[in-house]
């Protein structure tokens, strides 16, 4: 049952990014066009609400998407996840990794630049 209420509030918030993005492609859309007065104002925000809510009560409904869902929130809960000790010395790591990696190909950026600019314009 815990589960179920995890998929289901992930298939929610799917759909509320899904209005976000649709909402504002329609609004950018009609305001592009000109499309600002009556009719066309109810439209714009009507469209990208009832699509999300039609792709979420479908995927709802649909049992192959809830069982893989289900399956996943099952497989992430025995995932070991790392502590905030090993998380920020991963990351400490990674970050002088990268700064010594940098210094490096700077210099072979530096002496390649020098060498091209000794050889073509001598």
């Given at each position: 049952?815990?589960?179920?209420?995890?998929?289901?509030?992930?298939?929610?918030?799917?759909?509320v990014a899904l209005w976000f993005v649709l909402n504002?492609?329609?609004v950018k859309v009609f305001d592009h066009y000109d499309l600002t007065f009556g009719v066309y104002?109810?439209?714009?925000?009507?469209?990208?609400l009832l699509v999300s809510a039609v792709s979420v009560f479908v995927?709802?409904?649909?049992?192959?998407?809830?069982n893989f869902l289900t399956e996943v929130v099952v497989e992430l809960r025995k995932v070991t996840w790392p502590s905030?000790?090993?998380t920020w010395s991963?990351?400490?790591v990674v970050i002088v990794f990268v700064i010594i990696i940098s210094f490096?190909?700077?210099?072979?950026d530096l002496g390649w630049a020098y060498l091209v600019q000794k050889l073509i314009i001598r």
């Amino acid at each position: 049952m815990q589960n179920q209420k995890i998929v289901s509030a992930t298939l929610v918030g799917f759909g509320v990014a899904l209005w976000f993005v649709l909402n504002a492609g329609i609004v950018k859309v009609f305001d592009h066009y000109d499309l600002t007065f009556g009719v066309y104002d109810a439209i714009k925000h009507a469209i990208p609400l009832l699509v999300s809510a039609v792709s979420v009560f479908v995927l709802l409904k649909n049992v192959t998407v809830t069982n893989f869902l289900t399956e996943v929130v099952v497989e992430l809960r025995k995932v070991t996840w790392p502590s905030s000790k090993d998380t920020w010395s991963a990351t400490f790591v990674v970050i002088v990794f990268v700064i010594i990696i940098s210094f490096i190909l700077g210099a072979m950026d530096l002496g390649w630049a020098y060498l091209v600019q000794k050889l073509i314009i001598r």
